[in-house]
């Protein structure tokens, strides 16, 4: 930034007086300007931009008196010093000049460093006022400018000053408020107040550099408002905070707001679901319901045709279920009849309030569905959407929002699986479900502290020996009071909440251990190969490679001994993602492989781009006779698979003749009931150890 050039008029009929203080002045860096005469110095003072002016007090014609009374007819002490010189014989004039205004006086003959001196110090007076005088204009302006409430905080007398726009924000008129610290903390809600005092104690003490707090404030229309409130203390010679002062913000729109849709939050949502459920509690006869609601096939259209048309369609249903209702309602706005709210992605509420009748709920959903029936026309293009409602009654049982949430979810998960596009209401039995669930959960966390885990091993076949090539690693549970538990009755809870990581390597590091010890038992087992499948999250793991690497390196085990089996899903989420993953697997010496080949993505572009060794063909394929469609799938897949050098194993055989169409298909190995059901790792070793081989007669029936 450019200092400030200072200024100087003077103004001395005295030519030699004039040029002689106007050249020393100037070389200690003022701007002089000269006059001699005073004739016409407002003008002057105004055009030049003058800072200080040196005026002699006898002058002909207009004397210096009388410029004085002119000048601070036009400018204030403060806006222009004025510093009147004079003879040592002329005292009373210099009493009058002070009188008229004078900031000071200088006596002839001039001492020069007292004229600096005293030049300096006027000048200084001036620009300290002036940035005085600009620092109070920008707090006023800011202050009326800005939306935020100020408030200024007196420590020592406990005298707190709210602005009018503080007072405002709460619906106040300016004498509605007197000025003490409880007119604010009185208004914090209940669940705020404790922090928001240890907030500010905290930044008193100098423990944080700022005070920034985020609590709800009492509207004068009884609600609730969301405020930022940021404050500054000031410490005085003992370090003892004597002042703070800062602003109040309205957060309410960010908080509470979807900034998609503009509907309210799960944060709005559930703090008025609260009140019902306690309002419930008071009023036996209060009846509510809330309305959990998904999207049905959302997340297609959300793939195919992008996020923008995405969000282009939630915004869109989010106008019709507002539009859905009466013409009396207020959406989300607290103490209305209904509220609807956006909780995230594709999931909507609806809060009923005061209903007579578990039915009123059935007929708002009727309604919200018809609603959502007719086509939407998004970017030229119709596009047809559904819903699944799920229904929950409020009732003296809920303690928090969180619960009537959780069993409207349940119904509206149960509305999905009887089809879509439908309602359920939430009621016992899907309670009982729920709670069962809940305790599935409990177990299989336990289950893995108390190694309650299983491998079970179904044998690969050669169909061309008859002989075991390998097996497949499943994974039971030996669960403590209900028996061996199949995948399918824990699996998706696993996956749910992310214990399918430990239970997938559990199960790969036994599986390889099982298998390193058949191998190591004879050499006619030294060429056993184990299959073990790896979920989509394992897969996702960003050190899944290394794990594996460092666990063959244990356990001494060559890369081939192992084949991973992914399925479809898994690679097709993110193509480009799974081939680099399978590379690097791939680098290793394992094998891969593609499970239930043929029955979700079945691209055959990727194929050739993933680096795979074997695809399983589901059991659908083979379970007919030779005229159904599912062998006409096996007959196209397996000479595809020979072309691209990829071994094939059949799964699900059960008949003789299932082994011999394959054979003749040229289907290389086989696996099912036919062979062998699944066997602990001891019967498995039993196996080994007969020698068995099957019968793979050549000839079908």
């Not at 691209?603 to 030779?626: E, M, N, Q, V």
Request: glycine residues 8%.
């Amino acid at each position: 930034m450019t200092a400030h050039i200072n200024r100087l008029l003077i103004v001395d009929d005295n030519e030699m007086n004039r040029d002689m203080l106007a050249r020393r002045l100037a070389r200690k860096g003022y701007v002089i300007g000269v006059a001699e005469t005073a004739q016409g110095l407002p003008e002057r003072v105004k055009k030049d931009d003058v800072d200080l002016v040196l005026l002699d007090i006898e002058m002909p014609e207009i004397s210096g008196l009388d410029a004085l009374k002119t000048l601070r007819d036009h400018f204030t002490p403060a806006e222009l010093p004025i510093i009147m010189v004079t003879a040592k014989s002329q005292s009373d004039d210099i009493v009058r000049a002070l009188d008229l205004g004078a900031n000071d006086y200088l006596t002839k003959p001039i001492d020069f460093p007292v004229a600096v001196a005293r030049i300096g110090t006027q000048l200084s007076h001036k620009q300290a006022q002036e940035a005085l005088r600009e620092s109070e204009e920008r707090y006023a302006l800011a202050s009326r400018g800005s939306n935020d409430g100020l408030w200024d905080w007196k420590l020592a007398t406990d005298v707190i000053h709210f602005s009018p726009r503080w007072k405002s924000m709460l619906g106040f008129q300016e004498s509605e408020i007197a000025e003490n610290p409880e007119e604010w903390f009185n208004r914090i809600h209940d669940a705020d107040r404790a922090r928001v005092k240890e907030e500010i104690a905290a930044h008193l003490k100098g423990a944080t550099p700022h005070l920034e707090s985020e609590h709800r404030m009492l509207h004068k229309d009884g609600t609730f408002r969301w405020m930022l409130s940021r404050g500054l203390a000031v410490h005085g010679a003992t370090g003892k905070a004597t002042r703070m002062a800062g602003s109040q913000t309205d957060i309410t729109e960010g908080k509470v707001s979807d900034p998609l849709t503009g509907l309210p939050n799960r944060l709005l949502f559930t703090d008025r679901l609260g009140r019902l459920i306690k309002q419930g509690k008071r009023r036996k006869d209060h009846l509510f319901a809330v309305l959990f609601m998904d999207l049905d096939g959302f997340k297609m259209i959300n793939d195919s045709m992008g996020h923008l048309v995405g969000d282009q369609l939630l915004v869109a249903v989010a106008g019709r279920l507002e539009k859905c209702l009466r013409s009396t309602d207020t959406v989300a706005r607290l103490g209305e009849t209904f509220t609807v709210a956006r909780l995230g992605g594709d999931e909507f509420t609806v809060l009923l309030d005061d209903i007579k009748d578990p039915s009123d709920a059935k007929r708002a959903a009727d309604r919200l569905m018809k609603a959502l029936t007719a086509p939407f026309v998004l970017g030229g293009k119709e596009l047809f959407t559904s819903v699944s409602i799920g229904i929950a009654l409020g009732n003296s049982a809920y303690e928090q929002p969180e619960d009537i949430l959780r069993d409207a979810d349940t119904a509206m998960y149960r509305a999905k699986s009887l089809g879509k596009a439908r309602y359920e209401l939430f009621d016992a039995d899907m309670r009982a479900s729920v709670m069962a669930r809940l305790q599935l959960e409990t177990d299989l966390r336990r289950a893995l502290e108390r190694n309650e885990f299983r491998n079970f091993y179904q044998p690969i076949v050669d169909l061309a020996s008859g002989e075991i090539a390998g097996f497949e690693a499943l994974l039971r549970w030996q669960h403590p009071t209900r028996g061996l538990l199949l995948p399918n009755e824990f699996i998706s809870v696993a996956e749910e909440t992310g214990l399918i990581r430990e239970l997938g390597w559990w199960n790969l590091r036994e599986a390889c251990r099982q298998i390193s010890t058949w191998r190591a038992i004879s050499l006619a087992h030294g060429n056993l190969s184990i299959s073990v499948n790896l979920s989509t999250k394992q897969f996702l793991q960003p050190n899944l490679v290394d794990d594996i690497k460092k666990l063959l390196e244990e356990l001494r085990l060559t890369p081939e001994a192992l084949k991973l089996e992914i399925t479809e899903s898994t690679v097709m989420g993110d193509p480009s993602a799974a081939v680099e993953m399978l590379q690097q697997i791939k680098a290793l010496g394992i094998r891969l492989a593609i499970d239930d080949f043929g029955t979700g993505y079945s691209s055959l572009s990727y194929l050739h781009r993933f680096p795979l060794d074997t695809l399983k063909i589901d059991r659908s394929f083979i379970s007919g006779t030779a005229d159904d469609g599912g062998l006409e799938i096996a007959r196209t897949i397996l000479p595809m698979a020979k072309n691209l050098r990829l071994d094939v194993v059949a799964e699900g055989v059960e008949t003789l003749e299932q082994v011999a169409l394959l054979k003749k298909l040229q289907c290389k190995y086989g696996q099912g009931f036919y062979f062998s059901k699944p066997l602990s790792a001891e019967g498995s070793a039993e196996l080994l150890a007969g020698g068995l081989k099957w019968e793979v007669c050549e000839q079908p029936k």
